[in-house]
Nanobody
Framework: QVQLVESGGGLVQPGGSLKLACFAS????????MAWYRQRPGKEREFVAG????????DYAGSVAGRFTISRDNSQNVLYLQMNGLKVEDTAVYYC???????WGQGTQVTVSS
């Protein structure tokens, strides 16, 4: 069955870094554009970053551009999100999304707090 399993979330201080990973199985990972979304407390789910099937094309929400980097390893079926310069407003549940098939992971909590 299709699975998207996120990991790497946690508590970090402002200015810190975290790297999220999403382990995919049950579908053709290298055939799907992929993305990260997040849902901040009291807000709707929002797009964070996206990446093409081969990884050469990426796009970012304006609020994270220059701080976050999305990447993928098609040989291991893993999607990553490197988050640097974290801010309190980055606190959210982060979700992995297989855009081409509309599959979603269960989410991982990221909390930025001093």
């Amino acid at each position: 069955q299709v699975q998207l399993v996120e990991s790497g979330g946690g508590l970090v201080q402002p200015g810190g870094s975290l790297k999220l990973a999403c382990f995919a199985s049950g579908f053709s990972f290298d055939s799907s554009t992929m993305a990260w979304y997040r849902q901040r407390p009291g807000k709707e789910r929002e797009f964070v970053a996206g990446i093409s099937t081969g990884g050469s094309i990426t796009d970012y929400a304006g609020s994270v551009a220059g701080r976050f980097t999305i990447s993928r390893d098609n040989s291991q079926n893993v999607l990553y999100l490197q988050m640097n310069g974290l801010k309190v407003e980055d606190t959210a549940v982060y979700y992995c999304n297989a855009r081409s098939f509309d599959y979603w992971g269960q989410g991982t909590q990221v909390t930025v707090s001093s």
